[in-house]
């Protein structure tokens, strides 16, 4: 119940019923009484977003987020979603502070954190990141002290944020490796990554390699490269191909799928060699349009960004229940299905 509805119910101004919640004078006992039975069968909810338009003060949320033109712009999609639902929740005061990391340097997401706990101008209400450092993201989240955290690209059984959006990993490479044998049939595979940590890579590739080896004729390589300059990549994949020159399909579990579909197609392996990754950033687009890419698994990164605020503005500004965990669908996007 409001305080207009009180106020109604009471037949008093909406003055006397905020003199009353605030317990201060100019109230006749009588009315008084009235008005707290009132409140005491129906009950009052303030309205968090008249309170909070009133206080001039923000809902401040912290991003920590890979930066942000790593993953061939993956993240900054997710970072622009955030943005997109801020816009539309105005006149509500959404704040974000964006804290990006490379996640390619040891300890660097929890110093670029450091801001959010060390500096009173920067502290926040809530965080949202994608935890694909696990070990450092524990220890960011353990500073929150029962600050609401949401989790979005890849869930981290290790803590419990309010809300985790993501993508089954093991289902979508699962899926992968079921799309896999429908282009090759049975042959050896390989799963190439950039990234040694992260949960939702790890389960990717776990449910690619369980669908591809319930043939006993299939086999599965992991390789990891960690060279990024162009040479170091090239002579990567090169040798690869030296050793294991009958690859007949290659699945990366992230972004940078792209990379590999340059280096196929530079050697003239694409007849034979099948390419499938993840997400669909405009490089990938562009490899499923010309064809070296030949299926891409998207996630809404924009969408789970937007949802990720959206849900926080629910929970805690209107104090509404929200669920622990949204599962983005697994797009399937070849050549002939894209926009």
């Known amino acids: 119940m409001t305080l207009a509805e009180i106020a109604e119910y009471a037949n008093v101004s909406i003055g006397t019923v905020d003199r009353v919640i605030h317990n201060r004078k100019g109230v006749s006992e009588k009315t008084k009484k009235l ?13 968090p977003m008249a309170s909070q338009l009133k206080s001039n003060k ?26 997109q639902a801020v816009a539309q929740l105005n006149p509500v005061k959404i704040e974000l502070k964006l804290a990006s990391f490379d996640r ?22 809530a965080l ?38 993501a993508q089954n990993p093991y289902k979508g490479g699962y899926c992968a490796g079921r799309i896999m044998r429908m282009f090759q049939g049975s042959g050896k ?37 960690t060279n990024f300059s162009d ?28 990379l590999m579909s340059y280096f196929i197609a530079d050697q003239g392996l694409k007849s034979r060699v099948t390419i499938i990754g993840y997400d669909l950033v405009e490089q990938n687009k562009a490899g499923l349009l010309d064809g070296t890419i ?3 698994i998207g996630q809404r990164p924009e969408q789970q960004g937007a949802d990720a605020v959206h849900q926080l503005y629910q929970s805690v500004m209107l104090h509404q229940e929200v669920p622990s965990r949204i599962d983005m669908p697994i797009e399937i996007y070849f050549k002939e299905n894209i926009i």
């Open 294 to 296: 030949d299926c891409i």
């Open 128 to 165: 949202i990141t994608t935890p694909v450092t696990p070990e450092e993201h524990m220890k960011i989240v353990s500073k929150l002290n029962g600050k609401p955290c949401v989790y979005i690209d890849t869930p981290l059984g290790t803590t419990q944020p309010l809300l985790t959006i």
């Open 104 to 125: 390619m340097v040891s300890g660097d997401a929890i110093e670029k954190s450091r801001m959010f706990f060390e500096n009173p101008e920067d502290s926040i209400d």
């Open 189 to 225: 595979f390989a799963c190439i990554r950039m990234y040694p940590s992260g949960y939702n890579l790890r389960e990717r590739i776990r449910g690619f390699t369980d669908f591809i080896q319930k043939d006993a004729n299939s086999t599965v390589l992991d390789e990891i490269y």
């Open 58 to 83: 923000p809902f401040v949320i912290g991003v920590i987020l890979p930066i942000l033109d790593s993953g061939c712009g993956y993240y900054r999609s997710l970072y622009e979603g955030m943005n």
């Open 35 to 47: 008005i707290l039975s009132i409140i005491d069968e129906y009950g009052y909810q303030p309205n």
């Open 231 to 258: 040479s170091g990549f090239y002579n990567f994949m090169k040798d690869l191909f030296e050793k294991h020159n009958d690859i007949k399909g290659i699945f990366v579990p992230h972004a940078e799928v792209n």
